[in-house]
């Protein structure tokens, strides 16, 4: 099957002419649909819904008794009636299960960072940023598109000013960006544990501070956030710009040589030391050292990492020497969390070895078994120039030779970005954010605010501001803080309607459907195009009913049992050789993929990481398939077609 | 070699030998050549059709019968090659050349146990018109006896005054002094999978694939169109394997007891399962990119597994003609700046 993400790229370029033979208006008089009535955040759409398109957002309602929670969300993300003009579609890429209030501010400081990259600092010509809104917890967004051409000049003028400066001189950027975000991680890891003494400390007073404690609750609470959001501008410095270089590679590629796969354009370009690969080699290795020291006999399936580390400690010089590895490996490999770090409860392995301790007993097997965890870098890295070579010399003249030695230089030189940003941003940073944040739960629920510390994440960051000035105004006031007897009920509420949610699908878009998606935000982030909305659309249909289909993200055919994980706490549900069926692939679950036999995921695009691990892992892989989650049923025998992109239901 | 030798083996020819041995055979000797593995044979070249031609002119004219005719008068056409036909099926080689053939087809024995061959007629010209000579399609498989494989070759050589080659001939006024046919003599391959391989997509003209067509049995079956073969993609370079269709191969082509070849259905386990393990394409692959490399350009190749020694044996590879014939315009050209290439992405240009 051709790739979307590839179509996406054509329609970039596609002459005015077949955009209108392709024109369909389908207008806004979609109507309201009947069977949101049945099912208020459903998705079941009538057969004449999915002739015409999307429904409105006006038509979906709120789960009825989660009006409450669902007004706690800031008023500026809450569907309005003009919303119903313009084309909408569920992140479920980046948040696949319902929000909770606090974690919305991952969406807010994201798209404010996007937004800000896109509209205003590399001024894309066609694009602007993205807006977002929330219902029954899930994320909507949509893009604005520049059409009218004069204005597409004027900010192509300007782009060319500032996106080719960044081209030009990507390395010394680069390199400062690391300084920066590194800088960034510091100052998030000096800032202080939230605590209000009984009196002052002496050393203070005699300082001549003059702040008190409280005060700090504040202001370390206002640089956490702060940090967060400066953290996302960081986040999109590089983005849209390293993948758009990469993806102008990629398009030639496809028109070049057009049944290239993905994953070979990927290889091509992929970093083979990249940053996100280092925590699961480093598990690797930890696995080696183990059997080295002939310390594995303590790791078992099922023991927990508590009761390993304890009985390590214990072990004498040789659990020492373990234990001292796995010390240097944590700091900061194991800053990466289980899920993509959007999720207050997408805890680091860090937080909680038992994810890397699961896949410790099966490398220290393969060491046993003589396998060899070592990935040879020097050796792929030969096939990789080998395999730019042999693509070169198969291409028609030495003008096109010199075209392509163009565009893989330009994704050669974005690639290290592309890849190594997350382990900065959406791991490490957002761990320690989440945590710090945490230590606020801690502090506020000993003070009575809710029963436990994780019950932080039900209040939206300004309401959280409110608590904790509540809570310094008591201190200083020597009265009890308001929030005990304000906050419990609320807290248990918002849990309520997160939890009912859940059970509840959400439309995968909204609105009307527009002809083209041709922004480039969209396309290349979200790999969403025309043709996959169609099919998204038509994934219902009868004849399609035992097939699901999405990107071939790695090759491979294997058949097996379904195991549905819709959130991070299932994984342990997944038995040896299951296909693991997902919402999002998550390359985090990096450890995770030598238990399973195929991965399929309803959103993704093939230069995912997710598709990068199950390539590295030999797994066959579907990725981006819109429902796989909602039409596969748990348990049911599947076979995943990697190299084609279809997932037959057997 | 000489320009009149009547029997050519494989490792002697090439495709510059083509006006005598014809373009299978001088394809065939290339290949033998080049150490790709073919099995082995020889050709009976157009000097042996001459001198059959010429001792049966001794007895009665052919030629001259031909040269007469209307191109548009297909009665007389019909008739001339009814009879013609029938004596060049009827008569007897000379013996000579008899002995010559016989002798060489001896030689193909191995272990001495007779060799079982194919006998496929192979025409001298090259140029787009081959299509209308119906000689080309003429093929025996499975020939047992030595008796059959010379009946064989004259029925190849018979074929050559079909209605539709004279009326071509005459349509284009070619002299029949300059007409002539060679015909190979090859081991035969028993086949447990063949079929065809194209070392560019015959689809998209995707030059970094291979796409590889197969069928239980001998080949025939897929050439033939008889069954929908299994088809896979291979990366040329990668060896991935990113497409694979196995059909449902109900029939498959196997050697008949007395010679020649019958359709046998295929039993139920094995219809749907695949007929090449994936070590066996990318066997396939290493041969397809060797022959391409040897020619230079895009190849069409007929390939066998042999049933016993599990062995990739190639029966066929000519040009790709039809990608290859094509406009390739440059899909991009360089930029000046080559920055200006991430303006097809967010410049909107259309």
Redesign the interface.
Known sequence: MSNPVNRGVFSLAKTACEVMRRCRTLGTNIGNTGSTHKLPAGVLMSAQDKAKGFPLPSSVKVVPGTEAAQAAYPYHIQFAPEDDQKFWFYNSMHFPEPMHAFDMVTAEAAYCALGAANTRVHCLPTTLGIDHRIINGRVYIGGNGVTDPAEIERRTVEFQKRAFYYYENWETLYAQWKVKMLKLIDDARALPSPTLPEFEPLEHVHAGRGVASNHDLLVTYQKTIEGYFRMWHHHFEFLLLGYGAYLVFFGFCKKAFPEITDQTIARMVAGIEAEIFRPDEELRGLARRAVELNVDHHFKEGVSADAVLASLSEGGPAGKQWLDSLAKARDPWFNINVGDGFYHYHRGWNDDLSMPFAALPDYMQQVRDGKSLHRDIGKLQEERVQLIADYRELLNSDEERAAYDQMIGLAHRVFPYVEGHKFYCEHWYTNLFFNKIREYGALLSKAGFFPEEADVFNLTHYELESAIIDLMNAWSSGSPPRGPSYWPPIVAQRKAAVAEWAKHDSPPALGPIPDVIDDPAIVMLWGITRESLDNWLTSGDEKNSHEVRGFAASMGVVEGTARIVKSVDEISRLQRGDILVCQVTNPTWAPIFQRISAAVSDIGGSMSHAAIVAREYGLPAVVGTGNATSKIKDGQRIRVDGGRGVVTLL | MTANESISWFADIGLEDRPRVGGKGGSLGELTRAGIEVPPGFVVCTAAFDRFIDALEQRAPVRSRIEVLDSQDLDAIGVVSRELRARIEAESMPDELQREILQAHARLAVAGVAPIVAVRSSATTEDAADASFAGLQDTFLWVMQPEDVLARIRSCWASLYSVESVSYRRKQNFPEAGVAMAVVVQVMVDARTAGVMFTR?PT??????ITIEGAWGLGSAVVGGEVTPDRW?V????G?????DISDKAIRHAPAPGGGIVDVEVEPDQRTAACLSDDELLALRAVGRKVERHYGRAQDIEWAIDRHSGRVMLLQSRPETVWSNKD?A??????A???M??????????
């Open positions: 997509s998209t003209g995707d030059k970094s694939v993609v990366g040329k370079i990668t991935e394997i990113p497409v694979r390739t440059p899909v991009v050209t360089p930029k700046d080559p920055r290439h991430v303006m097809s992405i967010f410049g909107g240009i259309k």
